[in-house]
Structures are given as structure tokens and as C-alpha cells.
């Protein structure tokens, strides 16, 4: 089963420290050779980003910052599991590494999956 986690935290304002981007570096090296980790993907900050909404038939482009969210989207994964608790097991592995924050986990609909539970 294929999942996506999105990985919700508040801004931070100044880039990762060498130490947490070697840390980060060593988790997604081993996720990427055991075939936990398909694919991964960290977001630039908010203000070189734009929210765009459809409301009532009217478009709205509002560009960051985003200094009014408490928590934006700072990256995403895609993670291959047997099961949802082996990916909430690796999701936690993140965490751990990544800091504050919350990982929003779905798993993702795949051809001739009966059902999307």
C-alpha cells in the first residue's frame, strides 16, 4: 500500500542546521534502500508561494507569506507499508527527526483497489 504523508509545522523563518539536514538525510538515505521512502519532498517557505481558491464560481490568488496559519504544509512523502500502522510506524520515525509538527497520513488509491478504506 502506497500512503502520503503530509508534514503540517509552523514556520520556522531560518533554514535547517547542517546537523538536522544530516539527520534528515540518514533517515531518507534508509528509506529510500529499504523501499519505505518512494518519494519525498520539502516546501520552500510561504512567501515564495500563492493559495488559490474557487469560492461560489469566484477565483482567489492570495501570495504568501501565510503569516495568519498557524501550520503550513513544510513537506510531503510518499511511503510504501504493508498496513496503516507500519506507515504511522514510520511516520513517527519522521517526527522524531523532522521536530514539532504533525503528519497528516492517507493512503492513496491504487488501480483495482476495490475499496478506499
Request: charge should be negative.
Amino acid at each position: 500500500m502506497r500512503f502520503l504523508s503530509v508534514y503540517k509545522t509552523a514556520e520556522r523563518g531560518v533554514p535547517p542546521t547542517q546537523e538536522e539536514m544530516d539527520k534528515m538525510g540518514k533517515l531518507i538515505e534508509e528509506g529510500m534502500k529499504a523501499g519505505s521512502l518512494l518519494a519525498v519532498e520539502g516546501c520552500l517557505p510561504s512567501a515564495t508561494g500563492a493559495r488559490v481558491r474557487l469560492s461560489n464560481g469566484k477565483l482567489a490568488v492570495t501570495d504568501g507569506p501565510f503569516s495568519e496559519a498557524k501550520e503550513l504544509i513544510g513537506g510531503l512523502a510518499i511511503l510504501q507499508a504493508k498496513s496503516k500502522q507500519e506507515a504511522i510506524e514510520l511516520v513517527k520515525q519522521f517526527l522524531y527527526v523532522a521536530g514539532d509538527g504533525e503528519c497528516e497520513l492517507r493512503q492513496l488509491y491504487e488501480a483495482g483497489q476495490s475499496t478506499c478504506a
